[in-house]
């Protein structure tokens, strides 16, 4: 299972850099690192935003909807896990 992770409104891939800061608590990390989980307060954003100074787009989408390839994968293992 290849797993990538881009904008699916633009197609911008974050390089791992500290991008993104918790609405919740302030912490800036990378949110793909922890899946979306704040690693300070373990607030768990359901959006992420596409940056647009890193050269995103500025749109927001759904945070699973980052992860390229997720349905293939989750596919692939249920039919292996049904044999």
């Not at 390089?15 to 608590?25: A, K």
Request: net charge negative; hydrophobic share 25%; glycine share 10%.
């Amino acid at each position: 299972m290849e797993l990538k992770v881009c904008c699916p409104q633009c197609g911008w891939k974050p390089g791992g850099e500290p991008y993104w800061t918790c609405q919740s608590c302030g912490y800036e990390w990378d949110v793909f690192s922890t899946a979306g989980r704040c690693p300070r307060c373990n607030f768990e954003h359901q959006d992420t935003e596409c940056i647009e100074w890193a050269g995103g787009c500025d749109e927001v989408s759904p945070h699973l909807d980052w992860y390229q390839g997720l349905d293939e994968g989750l596919e692939e293992i249920n039919i292996l896990k049904d044999n």
